[in-house]
């Protein structure tokens, strides 16, 4: 049944889940209708007590009061499991970016999605999601050409957690850094072959538990597999205070650029830039957006998984279409 306002449903309260949380209050077509949590509901602090909070365990008894949930969880753990389960019952948005196994992880929430009659959104966010529309810009406007993507200066979550798992390490964060010079050769035009060591270094700052072995602790770092291992990297060890000092924020950014030619000596670039000074509450943003879309297709019929390049720019706005034409184009 149609509603003036979306009814949104936010699944996990963290980081993301609470970037939701204050985007929503910029978009005033949409309400939040819940919280759903593994943890206790009685314990979870909101800003607005009237807000209700829900076990997630019991998401089906709220199917007809959610139109859209908004998955915060994690990539590595939690989407693969809450996906398939939370679209049965409804339409989701979701930020799942093991870019790997994107196609895998879409078959299965296509599959649930088809069966049910929901619509799921997955990989939703800056990358995978806006760097994924510019990168399809780029290489269908510039057929002749090379793609590259540089992320960074930023704080990267996974890799973080990466750190924080091995042992003798209190707590730890990773940067990730584009390395100028190649960032340069790009852009001047000349399509060079990067390596991936070539293109991005990594800092990590790690405050090691009393007793530790640093020097184990670096080691591990450097030669983790997927994570460090085919990167330049450096690793900082420094005080509780300091981390918390230093690095308690969560920036990041990055850029897409396609070069390319039109014609002999005919060089071309396009570029798409990204600097946040919140990492998650700028892919929430993203993630409410596209929720506004999830509504407006099941509106209309539709039903199955899709990702950001399956979804027209125009769902996604507020405005209506022929506001955009008017204003936009």
């Not at 199917?63 to 990539?75: A, K, N």
């Not at 998650?280 to 999830?294: D, E, M, Q």
């Amino acid at each position: 049944m149609k509603t003036d306002t979306i009814r949104i449903g936010i699944a996990g309260y963290g980081n993301l889940g609470r970037g939701v949380l204050a985007a929503l209050a910029h978009n005033p077509d949409m309400r939040l209708a819940g919280v759903f949590t593994r943890r206790d509901p009685a314990r979870l602090s909101l800003p607005d007590p009237a807000i209700p909070v829900w076990p997630l365990d019991q998401a089906q008894a709220h199917q007809g009061e959610i139109d859209v949930m908004i998955l915060c969880g994690g990539s590595r753990q939690d989407l693969p499991k809450q996906g398939p389960l939370l679209a049965q019952w409804f339409n989701t948005i979701d930020s799942y970016d093991n870019h790997a196994h994107i196609p895998d992880y879409f078959q299965a929430m296509d599959q649930v999605a088809q069966a049910h009659g929901t619509v799921s959104i997955l990989s939703v966010g800056w990358d995978p999601g806006l760097f994924s529309i510019q990168r399809l810009m780029g290489e269908a406007v510039l057929p002749a050409g090379a793609t590259y993507t540089f992320w960074g200066k930023g704080l990267s979550q996974g890799h973080s957690d990466a750190i924080r798992r091995i042992p003798g390490v209190q707590a730890g964060v990773q940067y990730t850094l584009p390395v100028q010079a190649a960032v340069d050769q790009v852009r001047s035009g000349r399509q060079p072959q990067l390596s991936t060591r070539q293109k991005h270094t990594r800092e990590c700052f790690v405050v090691a538990e009393a007793g530790a072995d640093t020097e184990a602790i670096r080691q591990a770092i450097v030669t983790m597999p997927d994570y460090f291992a085919d990167y330049d990297t450096t690793v900082h060890f420094v005080t509780a205070d300091t981390l918390v000092q230093d690095h308690a924020g969560m920036p990041h950014g990055g850029f897409v650029i396609r070069s390319g030619q039109t014609a002999a000596h005919e060089n071309q670039v396009i570029e798409f830039s990204l600097k946040l000074d919140s990492n998650p509450a700028f892919t929430a943003s993203v993630l409410v957006a596209y929720a506004r879309a999830a509504w407006r297709l099941r509106q209309a019929g539709d039903k199955g998984a899709r990702t950001v390049l399956d979804v027209a720019p125009g769902l996604i706005s507020p405005k209506s279409p022929a506001t955009l034409r008017k204003e936009l184009v």
